[in-house]
């Protein structure tokens, strides 16, 4: 099993940037295709962003152009830079894996206690 461990969350301005990192414990990260998730109070998670060896990059279509995800096997991480933050972006802020090295989709690790991001002015 991988341990994930989300981190980076913090209060920002309209406009400005953070980069999560989501920390995996284990040996088989590499083997795995992730993605970023995020959450606010009475609504659904949002698929935001996912990462893989074999297909390209996905982004939803509110941070398209906005937000990166990237990953360093060597390091077991998971990165999502944001620039050009903005208010509705606020949210709790998860990564997961997915089933196989190809498909970041469905979810299927246990998820983490996340972190949160404020944009507000």
């Known amino acids: 099993q991988v341990q994930l461990v989300e981190s980076g969350g913090g209060l920002v301005q309209p406009g400005g940037s953070l980069r999560l990192s989501c920390a995996a414990s284990?040996?088989?990260?590499?083997?795995?295709?992730m993605a970023w998730y995020r959450q606010t109070p009475g609504k659904e998670r949002e698929l935001v962003a996912g990462?893989?060896?074999?297909?390209?990059?996905y982004y939803a279509a509110s941070v398209k152009g906005r937000f990166t995800i990237s990953r360093d096997n060597a390091k077991n991480t998971v990165y999502l830079q944001m620039n050009n933050l903005k208010p509705e972006d606020t949210a709790v802020y998860y990564c997961?894996?997915?089933?196989?090295?190809?498909?970041?989709?469905?979810?299927?690790?246990?998820w983490g206690q996340g972190t949160q991001v404020t944009v507000s002015s």
């Open positions: 284990g040996s088989i990260f590499s083997n795995y295709a």
């Open positions: 997961n894996r997915g089933p196989t090295r190809g498909n970041w989709y469905p979810p299927v690790g246990s």
């Open positions: 990462i893989s060896s074999l297909v390209p990059t």
